[in-house]
């Protein structure tokens, strides 16, 4: 008996032993799956990421993140994808060393944005020409993969916009995918055509996956006054949310406004455009999300009269608009907000802020530090700064991810003068 009972205490040691174990395992990796950062890649340019209007970073129902970024192939900007995977207990990144989908063009391919369906194909946008006689002859480019990014379909241009006459600047730029609740596909961007010498928002959609795209509107035209960067959202009745900002309505043409309008019938018709950011201040550089309620929330940079830049927040709930307020009010200048919503419903704003004006109201940082802010029980939180220790540039979320940490992207400088992408993962 007493032989019987010490095998037993034995067993019950062992196996308690490797509870013990796989739980110390467990909880290990876990906080290396809420906590992390790596780098992804290394680009020459420092606007690789570019603005934060447009979506690099998106999550799939995996937990895979994919980030879409510009770098030079063959001395030309083309655009990449690198995708973050959580493994083995640890973060791991997988990229190709070649583009996406090659133009080859002779010409720099510029500014993705990148959209993730229920089926988890991969949908990207970029601008950029594809003949080398015409470089601004920009046009916005699509690709789509539907093996977690091995492949990608050939580059087309999604719906033309003729009437390009050399050597006209600024043609189609700055677009914006959304892939919507029935895997609809939408797009926005800004361009000139041949009846409009400013800069308008055009958009247009798939309803097969990417196959074939509708002819391109212009929204809401305003012929007087440019349209700037367009964001895009779908609210959780299939209705569309588009922003942009433009200085119409406003006696100063450098004191920008956002501009809000929504579709009911999946871009057939727009409702009038509204300003919704201060009018005494010069807003741009929006970034919106929505989140399971409906509710769309808002950031964008604010200058005030005085030329200082903060980071502001509204947000759209029922028809009714909320009081605008800052995020993180500081001292230093604060540039290119990032908004997303996580697993647990809240909303996260990261950005980027300097000691410098870095050419306000046209904003061109080359260094600063990545701020991030969680808006918890109706306050945002003290800002955690993010970056590393050389400083971050141009952050990014995705509009939505999971209750596992917090993902960003961005730029941090390095001694060779290029640019390291890091993948951060904050608690």
């Known amino acids: ?53 447009q979506r690099k970073i998106a999550m799939d129902s ?57 089926r988890n194909d991969l949908h990207a946008v970029w601008y950029g020409s594809d003949l080398e006689k015409q470089p601004n002859n ?38 914006y995918i959304l892939s919507g609740r029935d895997d609809e596909l939408f797009v926005v961007w800004e361009g000139k055509d041949k009846d409009n010498q400013a800069q308008q928002i055009k958009f247009s959609r798939s309803s097969d ?63 009038k455009r509204l300003a919704v950011s201060d009018p005494d201040s010069d807003s741009r550089h929006i970034s919106a999300a929505s989140d399971e309620k409906g509710t769309i929330h808002l950031a964008w940079r604010a200058q005030n009269s005085s030329g200082f830049s903060q980071i502001m927040y509204r947000s759209l709930k029922n028809g009714s608009w909320s009081a605008i307020r800052s995020v993180g009010p500081s001292e230093n200048y604060q540039f290119f907000p990032s908004i997303g919503v996580d697993g647990n419903g809240k909303i996260n704003v990261v950005w980027m802020e ?27 939180s003290a800002p955690l700064e993010i970056s590393s220790p050389s400083g971050g540039l141009y952050p990014h979320v995705p509009e939505k991810f999971g209750k596992e940490g917090k993902p960003i992207i961005y730029e941090s400088a390095v001694a060779s003068g290029n640019y390291d992408l890091l993948f951060n993962i904050t608690k």
């Open 1 to 53: 008996m007493k032989s019987n009972k010490k095998i037993i205490l034995a067993g019950l040691a062992v196996l308690l032993f490797f509870a013990a174990a796989i739980f110390i395992y467990i909880r290990q990796s876990q906080k290396a799956k809420e906590s992390a950062e790596l780098k992804m890649d290394t680009i020459e340019d420092v606007k690789g990421l570019g603005y934060s209007g």
């Open 138 to 175: 920009r046009q916005v480019k699509y690709s789509r993969s539907s093996d977690g990014g091995k492949t990608w379909t050939q580059w087309k241009n999604i719906s033309y916009v003729a009437g390009y006459i050399s050597p006209e600047d600024y043609w189609q730029e700055h677009p």
């Open 62 to 118: 995996h937990g895979n993140f994919f980030v879409a970024y510009r770098k030079k192939y063959q001395s030309k900007s083309e655009i990449f994808l690198a995708k973050a995977a959580f493994a083995n207990g640890q973060w791991k990144v997988f990229r190709k060393n070649q583009p996406i989908s090659q133009v080859a063009s002779g010409v720099d391919q510029r500014v993705p944005s990148i959209a993730i369906d229920s």
């Open 209 to 271: 996956g990417g196959a074939t795209w509708s002819q391109w509107i212009n929204v809401q035209a305003s012929p007087g006054n440019t349209q700037s960067r367009p964001t895009l959202v779908e609210d959780s009745k299939g209705r569309l949310h588009l922003f942009m900002y433009s200085a119409d309505g406003n006696n100063s043409e450098r004191r920008q406004q956002i501009h809000y309008l929504r579709s009911d019938d999946k871009g057939d018709s727009w409702s």
């Open 354 to 380: 300097s000691d410098q004006p870095s050419d306000l109201p046209t904003e061109d940082p080359q260094d600063g530090k990545v701020f991030l802010s969680t808006l918890i029980a109706g306050a945002f």
